[in-house]
């Protein structure tokens, strides 16, 4: 409530009188009256002052805002995709023969090295075919040598002696299949890796066609996504990426592009990178990755809280550089140019040189609501 004033009766009677409010008033001069009409505005006025003082009602409004500073500091856009982790040696062992699992050599989660020995096939059919194919080719040879003596002694028949060349021949040529296939009803390992699901038992057929356990080397690994034909030209290998996996509490490892495609697919028009990890001890095949592939980079850029940023009816951007001038501030509207943002900072370009430079102080919040006549002041 605003302090009221009040004036004393006789105050007022005696100024009337002053005025003119008796007879004797009629001789003053005019000049005493405006001497006195003068004397009663000064007094008022340091009244009213004091008043204003005094009265704790009066609303301050000058605006208030919140700032920022602008920096510089070297600045980085990213673009993320979606990507996928691939390994080349994940894979299902399949056996190249038919026959009982007779022995399961391994246990899953162990590491096996390459050509180590993981499950043998009982081979004693094959074995009884290749002493059957073994007899049959010692009579082949005999039949052979005596018809090659008898043609040595001129006395042979050369359409015998044929038959006999390439019953041996053939003999030959199925033992060695045979021994091969008996080779075979071990199953080795293809490369170094670790036993991750064995999917058979002790006493099942095995068949070339049914897998018999997965193997898998996860040391070295590789990364693919895809990104827009937009990014072509500023994507290339050997550029930095950060590769954020989810599933891993948003782990970040930091890495570089190994391949760039060579083929836009016209499908979505995009083209794929690929990153290589190596000694790798975190990642699986299939898990899910974020890539964070950095697409711009400035050394030494002016960068601000993009919240700062305002626009014109004419679309253009800028900034309330803020200038201290006694208990408050008074406000430069700088026109900018933003060349990129990213995570909530901007890195620009003053559109007049000079403008605005290092720990210059601009308005955060409440900037919509000052022009630049406002004075403001700091929350």
Same mark, same amino acid.
């Given at each position: 409530?605003?302090? +009221?004033?009040?004036?004393?009766?006789?105050?007022?009677?005696?100024?009337?009188?002053?005025?003119?409010?008796?007879?004797?008033?009629?001789?003053?001069?005019?000049? =005493?009256?405006?001497?006195?009409? =003068?004397?009663?505005?000064?007094?008022?006025?340091?009244?009213?002052?004091?008043?204003?003082?005094?009265?704790?009602? !009066?609303?301050?409004?000058?605006?208030?805002?919140?700032?920022?500073?602008?920096?510089?500091?070297?600045?980085?856009?990213?673009?993320?995709?979606?990507?996928?982790?691939?390994?080349?040696?994940?894979?299902?062992?399949?056996?190249?023969?038919?026959?009982?699992?007779?022995?399961?050599?391994?246990?899953?989660?162990?590491?096996?090295?390459?050509?180590?020995?993981?499950?043998?096939?009982?081979?004693?059919?094959?074995?009884?075919?290749?002493?059957?194919?073994?007899?049959?080719?010692?009579?082949?040879?005999?039949?052979?040598?005596?018809?090659?003596?008898?043609?040595?002694?001129?006395?042979?028949?050369?359409?015998?002696?044929?038959?006999?060349? /390439?019953? !041996? !021949?053939?003999?030959?040529?199925?033992?060695?299949?045979?021994?091969?296939?008996?080779?075979?009803?071990?199953?080795?390992?293809?490369?170094?890796?670790?036993?991750?699901?064995?999917?058979?038992?002790?006493?099942?057929?095995?068949?070339?066609?049914?897998?018999?356990?997965?193997?898998? /080397?996860?040391?070295?690994?590789?990364?693919?996504?895809?990104?827009?034909?937009?990014?072509?030209?500023?994507?290339?290998?050997?550029?930095?990426?950060?590769?954020?996996?989810?599933?891993? /509490?948003?782990?970040?490892?930091?890495?570089?592009?190994?391949?760039?495609?060579?083929?836009?697919?016209?499908?979505?028009?995009?083209?794929?990178?690929?990153?290589?990890?190596?000694?790798?001890?975190?990642?699986?095949?299939?898990?899910?990755?974020?890539? /964070?592939?950095?697409?711009?980079?400035?050394?030494?850029?002016?960068?601000?809280?993009?919240?700062?940023?305002?626009?014109?009816? +004419?679309?253009?951007?800028?900034?309330?550089?803020?200038?201290?001038?006694?208990?408050?501030?008074?406000?430069?509207?700088?026109?900018?140019?933003?060349?990129?943002?990213?995570?909530?900072?901007?890195?620009?370009?003053?559109?007049?040189?000079?403008?605005?430079?290092?720990?210059?102080?601009?308005?955060?919040?409440?900037?919509?609501?000052?022009?630049?006549?406002?004075?403001?002041?700091?929350?």
């Amino acid at each position: 409530m605003k302090t +009221k004033l009040f004036y004393p009766a006789f105050f007022i009677s005696a100024f009337l009188i002053s005025c003119g409010g008796g007879k004797e008033s009629s001789n003053k001069s005019l000049e =005493d009256l405006i001497a006195k009409r =003068d004397a009663l505005k000064s007094e008022l006025t340091i009244i009213n002052q004091k008043i204003a003082e005094m009265d704790t009602t !009066k609303a301050d409004l000058t605006p208030i805002v919140t700032t920022t500073t602008v920096q510089q500091k070297d600045f980085v856009h990213k673009v993320e995709v979606q990507g996928a982790v691939e390994t080349d040696q994940n894979a299902l062992i399949n056996p190249e023969s038919n026959g009982t699992i007779r022995e399961i050599h391994v246990k899953e989660g162990q590491k096996v090295s390459k050509g180590q020995a993981l499950v043998t096939i009982d081979s004693e059919v094959l074995q009884s075919s290749i002493y059957e194919v073994e007899t049959s080719l010692e009579m082949a040879t005999y039949m052979f040598e005596k018809q090659q003596k008898l043609m040595e002694e001129g006395v042979g028949v050369e359409i015998e002696y044929e038959q006999a060349k /390439n019953q !041996k !021949k053939s003999l030959e040529k199925k033992l060695q299949t045979m021994r091969s296939q008996k080779g075979k009803s071990i199953v080795r390992a293809p490369f170094a890796g670790t036993v991750d699901d064995i999917m058979i038992n002790l006493g099942e057929m095995a068949s070339p066609a049914y897998p018999l356990l997965r193997l898998v /080397n996860n040391r070295n690994i590789t990364i693919s996504a895809s990104l827009s034909e937009n990014l072509l030209g500023s994507i290339r290998i050997g550029s930095g990426v950060d590769l954020v996996i989810p599933s891993m /509490n948003d782990t970040v490892i930091k890495a570089v592009i190994s391949y760039k495609g060579n083929f836009i697919d016209p499908v979505n028009r995009t083209f794929r990178i690929q990153v290589d990890v190596k000694n790798n001890t975190l990642l699986l095949p299939n898990q899910l990755a974020k890539v /964070n592939v950095i697409d711009f980079s400035k050394k030494g850029a002016l960068v601000i809280d993009s919240e700062a940023i305002l626009q014109d009816t +004419k679309n253009n951007n800028y900034v309330y550089k803020m200038v201290k001038d006694g208990d408050s501030f008074t406000l430069t509207k700088v026109f900018i140019t933003i060349e990129r943002s990213y995570k909530g900072e901007s890195s620009i370009i003053p559109i007049t040189a000079g403008q605005l430079i290092s720990n210059d102080m601009i308005v955060l919040a409440g900037a919509k609501g000052v022009t630049e006549t406002d004075r403001v002041k700091i929350q």
